[in-house]
């Protein structure tokens, strides 16, 4: 509970509104890009992650304080399993939505702006790919080109993901959301 004590109620609201976001675009876009990742073989999930992982990278732009990005993660993973919406994953639906948030936060750490453009690309990247390579290799048990593919496909996915989290932040911003 001493970790939950540095965040405000107001930083705690932004972290629940992150999560559901995320957890709301996820069956809407996951569809969509399923029309473009099927033909061409790659698994939709890495393809799509960069449009929810958005979300988390937000977080940690706007809250500012560490842990954030973890807590997106957590309370989607708690949310998920009590909902008892597994999908395809199962149990590992904990650790698959949880580790992009530890993956987003160290690499928020090499960031003294987070809500730089370049910061966000960078942290929805790596959330993104840890997203990924939790799913092709735990679940999908994917052969390396596949996974390859995959990683290259979760990378674009990830850029163009944290260029929309920065608009976002910056819309956020002149509206003095935040």
């Not at 530890?102 to 690309?121: D, G, P, T």
Request: aromatic share 8%.
């Amino acid at each position: 509970m001493k970790f939950l004590a540095k965040f405000s109620s107001q930083d705690l609201l932004y972290i629940a509104i992150f999560s559901a976001l995320g957890l709301a675009v996820k069956p809407i876009v996951t569809p969509l890009i399923h029309l473009i990742s099927t033909p061409l073989m790659i698994p939709g999930g890495s393809l799509a992650g960069g449009l929810y992982m958005m979300w988390l990278a937000l977080a940690i732009a706007v809250v500012r304080k560490p842990g954030a990005g973890l807590m997106v993660g957590i309370t989607q993973a708690i949310v998920m399993i009590s909902l008892g919406y597994f999908g395809n994953h199962g149990a590992v639906s904990l650790i698959s939505y949880s580790l992009p948030g530890v993956s987003a936060e160290l690499m928020a750490l090499f960031f003294k702006n987070k809500a730089s453009v370049f910061a966000q690309v960078y942290i929805c990247t790596a959330a993104n790919l840890t997203g990924t390579v939790i799913v092709t290799i735990l679940i999908m048990r994917l052969a390396l080109l596949p996974l390859i593919i995959s990683l290259v496909a979760a990378v674009i996915s990830g850029i163009i993901g944290g260029i929309l989290s920065r608009s976002i932040f910056k819309k956020l911003q002149k509206y003095r959301i935040v």
